[in-house]
């Protein structure tokens, strides 16, 4: 019998409502609870809303975890985590208490059942600078390229946006 092992997995995790750093806390010990080995993680990084900068700004961090789960299996369990937090089923970018994306599981490119890694995580600051900040030689699986070639190739305004909290 073939041994579980376990793969490296980045997630993005976002706040924009309630005490925001509390609840990417409670989102880390979740995780951490349903057996995820959280090996690093980023400072909190505050970024303007998209794609309507009125809305409440966001913190985020990149998590650099481990994991024996399937990849579907993860997202049903970060789907859970998010609704355990208050989340609830609101038009597409809409504000909201919790939000944990797979950028990246294991290096694979996976465009079945789900997007992984994540479709638009290589023009997100939000995404590569904390990533930047925990894995400086991390590259894009779906092009290879390195992730300082990734935020070079973000715009001055992007990467002026983005506050170290």
């Known amino acids: 019998m073939l041994e579980k092992r376990a793969k490296i997995i980045y997630l993005s995790v976002g706040s924009n409502l309630g005490n925001r750093k509390q609840n990417i806390e409670k989102t880390k010990f979740e995780l951490y ?3 995820i080995n959280i090996i690093k993680f980023s400072n909190y ?24 789960l399937k990849m579907l299996e993860l997202l049903k369990l970060c789907k859970q985590i ?3 937090l ?28 789900i997007n992984v890694p994540h479709p638009r995580m ?28 990734l935020i070079f190739s973000l715009s001055n305004s992007d990467i002026r946006s983005i506050k170290l909290v």
């Open 86 to 113: 208050g989340r609830k089923k609101t038009p597409k970018n809409s504000p909201r208490t919790c939000d944990i994306d797979i950028i990246d599981y294991n290096q694979k490119v996976n465009a079945k059942r």
């Open 33 to 35: 609870s349903n057996g």
């Open 122 to 149: 290589h023009l997100r600051n939000f995404v590569l600078i904390p990533l930047f900040e925990i894995e400086k030689n991390w590259r894009y699986p779906n092009s290879k390229r390195y992730i300082k070639d």
């Open 82 to 84: 998010e609704i355990s």
């Open 45 to 68: 990084y505050e970024t303007l809303s998209w794609p309507n900068p009125k809305n409440p700004k966001f913190y985020n961090i990149v998590l650099k975890v481990s994991s024996d």
